[in-house]
């Protein structure tokens, strides 16, 4: 199980890490619209962050967790991009 976790985490984490973003095809505006309920450009993120489909929701979040991802999401994520952090992003 651990091989298929790195195998998946760590092309996604450095691609996260390089905030890559792809061009924006005819077949990545037909899948957002196959995805979405509503248009991709007025989503929500942040009221959708802790959205699951009922199927996928083997346990409730706890009341704690979702706070430390918030916090997490609203204070260091915005920490961890500024200088000097970001001097080790260039590398």
């Avoid at 959708?48 to 994520?77: C, I, M, S």
Wanted: charged share 20%; net charge positive.
């Amino acid at each position: 199980m651990l091989c298929y976790c790195r195998l998946v985490y760590m092309p996604m984490s450095y691609l996260y890490g390089k905030r890559f973003v792809g061009p924006i095809t005819d077949l990545i505006q037909t899948l957002r619209g196959e995805l979405y309920n509503e248009s991709y450009h007025k989503i929500n993120w942040n009221a959708a962050r802790n959205t699951v489909a009922k199927e996928d929701h083997y346990y409730p979040h706890p009341l704690v967790q979702d706070l430390t991802w918030g916090f997490l999401h609203y204070f260091a994520e915005p920490l961890l991009t500024r200088w000097p952090f970001s001097k080790v992003r260039e590398y």
